[in-house]
């Protein structure tokens, strides 16, 4: 088990409507990634963030946004929800270690999302 | 255009076997990459990471072979159990860049068979 927390673990809304799920991250790791996962594939790049800013981002929409805490903590927002955004959504955190040139991306267990 | 992408969506072996799962990418700019676990209901669970600049390396129980010149990968799994059983990706991530994105392949299910 990793020490990345995300809450809820499940979650159901309708069209139109606005959710945001959050990101405990793993202790000492102060980058959190954003990642979906829909059902069958492998999950989709959403965002990054380093320091509380965004780090890069993927080919999702301006409905989907973030932020980053000082305490390194993170919430996903997304807006005017979509049918299609029915997922898996995962957190990630990271964090330079000393064996290795990138950072590690270890997952939390994720919040899946359907939306009715 | 670019891709990490698997050659086998399901894989079954008896238990006891050794596995083995491949993975294809189109980049040659690609420089690190990972295999990940998911077993159902969960996040992914890192197994084992290789650089560019390495052709193999080892861990519990799991290989990972890098051929940089047909631009493939492989998780090797000897002795597989059934705690093995779930999808298995390969992740990459490009050089370069400020962000350190993994790019997922679609998944090989392994079952494990008793």
């Known amino acids: 088990e990793t020490g990345v927390t995300q809450s809820p673990t499940h979650l159901i809304k309708t069209r139109g409507q606005q959710v945001t799920l959050r990101c405990s991250s793993q202790?000492?790791?102060?980058?959190v990634s954003w990642y979906q996962q829909a059902l069958g594939q492998g999950p989709q790049f959403i965002f990054q963030?380093?320091?509380?800013?965004?780090?890069g981002r993927g080919n999702f929409p301006p409905r989907f946004s973030g932020l980053q805490f000082p305490n390194y903590s993170s919430e996903l927002n997304v807006n005017a929800l979509e049918l299609d955004d029915s997922a898996l959504y995962l957190c990630?955190?990271?964090?330079?270690?000393?064996?290795?040139?990138?950072?590690?991306?270890?997952f939390g267990p994720g919040t899946r999302l359907t939306v009715l | 255009g670019e891709s990490v992408g698997l050659h086998l969506p399901t894989l079954s072996v008896q238990e006891g076997d050794n596995s083995i799962i491949n993975c294809a990418y189109s980049?040659?700019?690609?420089?690190?990459f990972i295999w990940y676990k998911q077993e159902s209901g969960k996040g992914p669970q890192f197994i084992i990471d290789?650089?560019?600049?390495?052709d193999k390396r080892q861990g519990q129980r799991v290989t990972v072979l890098l051929n940089k010149t047909v631009k493939h990968l492989s998780l090797q799994i000897a002795a597989t159990q059934p705690g093995d059983s779930a999808v298995y990706f390969c992740?990459?991530?490009?050089?370069?860049?400020?962000?350190?994105?993994?790019?997922f392949g679609t998944g090989t299910l392994l079952a494990v068979q008793p």
């Open positions: 990630a955190s990271s964090g330079w270690e000393l064996w290795s040139s990138h950072d590690t991306q270890y």
């Open positions: 202790s000492g790791h102060n980058t």
């Open positions: 963030y380093y320091r509380e800013e965004e780090n």
């Open positions: 980049n040659s700019a690609s420089d690190y």
């Open positions: 290789i650089r560019s600049n390495m």
């Open positions: 992740a990459e991530i490009r050089g370069g860049g400020a962000t350190n994105k993994l790019i």
